[in-house]
């Protein structure tokens, strides 16, 4: 499966972005889909996930209440509903896609299909 991020951009600290993974694929139902961030001179952590059928989700304690992840496997894309942005959530977001048991749904390394990423920028 091939994937795909948009929705990056610059915005206010306060402000909203909404983020989307568009896939590939008839297989995109197959796939638990994460969202992880990378800023510059840190390594990629997890930011949230949700699971084959969006059944079940996952967030970091930095994001929890703050953002929602969601997926619409007809239109095989997944969201990320990013609220009250905060200077420390600029990184670029990269979305990926994995078959992994749910338990390692905040691995990077469990995740076997990648997009290109997007920058957030976020000013204070």
């Known amino acids: 499966v091939q994937l795909q991020a948009s929705g990056g951009g610059l915005v206010q600290a306060g402000g909203s972005l909404r983020l989307s993974c568009a896939a590939s694929?008839?297989?995109?139902?197959?796939?638990?889909v994460g969202w992880f961030r990378q800023a510059p001179g840190k390594e990629r952590e997890f930011v949230a996930g949700?699971?084959?059928?969006?059944?079940?989700?996952w967030y970091a304690d930095s994001v929890k209440g703050r953002f929602t992840i969601s997926r619409d496997n007809a239109k095989i894309t997944v969201y990320l509903q990013m609220n009250t942005l905060k200077p420390e959530d600029t990184a670029v977001y990269y979305c990926?896609?994995?078959?992994?048991?749910?338990?390692?749904?905040?691995?990077?390394?469990?995740?076997?299909?990648w997009g290109q990423g997007t920058l957030v920028t976020v000013s204070s």
């Open positions: 694929g008839s297989t995109f139902i197959s796939y638990n």
């Open positions: 990926a896609a994995g078959t992994q048991i749910v338990s390692a749904i905040t691995m990077p390394g469990m995740y076997k299909h």
């Open positions: 949700i699971s084959r059928i969006g059944s079940s989700t």
